[in-house]
């Protein structure tokens, strides 16, 4: 293996060109910073306005205390589960996804030094991505309309000790139980089984502590619980009203004793699996049998169907394209989760029986962050993703028009977009049902999905790609999407409430009460008028901002 010009020689040398050389992959993923985004937007929606609630049964804990800050740290570790997992599975599984791994076989890399180098990029990229939710506490309590009762620089510590304390050894911890079952299974279903095994046994701790155990049974329960949430709040069980506002979760007794206790099982499993790993293990197929034919058709490549169009041909490449990307999977699971999450916990309106408008009430307040996320990105790379693959000089050279090309990309990614919604009503709708066990009408439940969930989410997709389309920058395009969103947020909170000033914003929905349908619809008959000619100034600047180099 070698280092530039210079051969890399000695063990510690090529963990750390591994470590390097994976550490510039996970840098150049767009899902990384889609995962950062997660957190930090999470973490600042709680903390700036009342909309976003990441801890249960709060009352009236102030949202800045310490106490509140390290909960929803804690709790947002463990529902991160699916980002950690992904992340994990990628540096170790690269090799046999991308069908390498029978090259790699044929080095002299030795496997310690590989899965050491692995490991050791995914963490650092795993502590940075969830470094989001110190950054989005912070955005938080800087936002104008925001009170404080404290200092800018006691905010600061509020949020870093418990990242520091809480979440980056939990990260850890669990980044090497999920690194070492991936070495171990080589598939993506076995670190799927340890993440899910994971999540079983911090639910089942918070299940057990709910119910009061007496000494020991409750000190072990905490120290069984692998996100440090049951420790969190065993430790201020005792607190009064003042303590719960202003202490600090010290780190010095139960909780700091089941980090010490997880991050020694992360490190005790790691280091038997280091130990026993003597090669890179790169000639594993998946499923189990050798392909002995010719190289099969790319899944990537624009099947010619639908009776040759090319506009559908286009849709179809970019629906599937959008559901093998892992940061669109894994965000779109979390937004789904995350619905469900709340229906069957009883966070929807308190109103006996179900209807339609209550499950897109809270589809809308639950999965409005993720979709906003993913419209921001995915937008972006519809029109950045043939620079990044290099082949934007072929797709220009084609006598495919750009009404077509742009087009047939919007269509396919509304058809993802269409997709997901549907699978996060049909989660909020099984978790109200469980909830409550009554009937439920289909229609409002349609329609209602439709004006309030959909359409928005299609109109914010087109307001995005028309802004990466005029800047022609794409980190500077995100950074302004994500600054309107502040903005948006911020306007909100000072009393700008006319539907026609907030993009695409339906009329509120009220639990029990009918919908609004003539008022949704003549809302949406306004932001689609507005999204058309955003639609057209897209295709003036389509053909300058492809040749941007």
Request: hydrophobic letters at 55%; glycine letters at 10%; one cysteine or more.
């Amino acid at each position: 293996m070698v280092r530039g010009d210079v051969p890399v020689h000695g063990w510690w040398d090529r963990s750390l060109a591994v470590y390097r050389l994976e550490l510039r992959i996970q840098r150049r993923e767009p899902a990384t910073v889609l995962y950062l985004l997660v957190f930090l937007l999470l973490t600042f929606g709680f903390v700036s306005s009342g909309t976003v609630e990441l801890v249960r049964d709060r009352g009236a804990l102030p949202k800045l205390s310490p106490l509140a800050i390290a909960l929803a740290m804690g709790g947002l570790t463990a529902f991160g589960q699916v980002i950690t997992t992904m992340i994990t599975a990628s540096a170790i599984l690269r090799d046999a996804a991308g069908r390498t791994d029978h090259l790699l076989a044929t080095t002299a890399l030795d496997g310690r030094a590989w899965m050491l180098g692995r490991w050791a990029a995914a963490s650092t990229i795993m502590v940075l991505v969830y470094g989001g939710l110190l950054a989005g506490v912070m955005l938080g309590a800087a936002a104008p309309w925001v009170e404080r009762d404290v200092a800018w620089t006691s905010v600061l510590q509020r949020a870093l000790w418990p990242w520091l304390t809480i979440t980056v050894p939990t990260t850890l911890a669990v980044g090497a139980v999920l690194t070492a079952a991936a070495v171990r299974t080589r598939t993506l279903l076995g670190v799927l089984a340890a993440a899910l095994a994971l999540l079983f046994l911090w639910q089942g701790c918070e299940a057990l502590a709910r119910t009061n155990l007496a000494e020991p049974w409750g000190t072990l329960v905490a120290l069984m619980d692998p996100f440090g949430t049951v420790g969190v709040q065993r430790v201020a069980s005792g607190w009064s009203e003042a303590m719960r506002a202003s202490s600090p979760v010290p780190v010095t007794g139960l909780v700091g004793a089941s980090r010490l206790v997880w991050l020694g099982v992360g490190g005790l499993v790691a280091g038997v699996t280091l130990r026993s790993t003597r090669d890179v293990l790169g000639v594993h197929v998946p499923d189990g049998r050798t392909r002995t034919r010719g190289a099969a058709p790319s899944r990537d490549a624009p099947i010619a169907r639908f009776g040759g169009s090319r506009l559908a041909t286009i849709a179809t490449f970019t629906t599937r394209w959008t559901w093998r990307e892992r940061g669109w999977r894994v965000v779109a699971l979390l937004g789904v989760l995350n619905v469900f999450a709340h229906a069957i916990g009883g966070d929807a309106a308190d109103v006996h029986g179900v209807d339609g408008g209550q499950i897109v009430a809270l589809v809308r307040e639950h999965a409005r962050l993720f979709l906003i996320l993913l419209a921001t990105i995915y937008a972006g790379e519809l029109l950045w993703r043939d620079q990044d693959q290099r082949v934007v000089e072929l797709v220009e050279s084609t006598s495919v028009r750009t009404v077509t090309l742009v087009g047939g990309r919007l269509l396919g990614l509304i058809a993802s977009q269409t997709v997901l919604v549907s699978a996060l009503l049909l989660a909020g709708t099984l978790g109200m049902l469980v909830r409550h066990r009554t009937p439920l009408s289909i229609g409002p439940l349609v329609i209602g999905g439709a004006l309030w969930v959909l359409l928005p989410f299609v109109q914010w997709l087109v307001l995005s790609l028309a802004v990466h389309v005029v800047i022609r920058h794409k980190v500077i395009a995100h950074l302004t999407l994500i600054a309107g969103w502040v903005a948006a947020v911020a306007l909100d909170a000072n009393g700008v409430t006319s539907p026609w000033l907030r993009f695409a914003d339906p009329p509120a929905l009220i639990a029990g009460a009918a919908l609004p349908i003539r008022e949704a619809a003549m809302r949406a008959l306004w932001w689609s008028s507005v999204s058309a000619g955003l639609f057209a100034l897209t295709l003036l600047g389509w053909k300058r901002a492809t040749s941007r180099r």
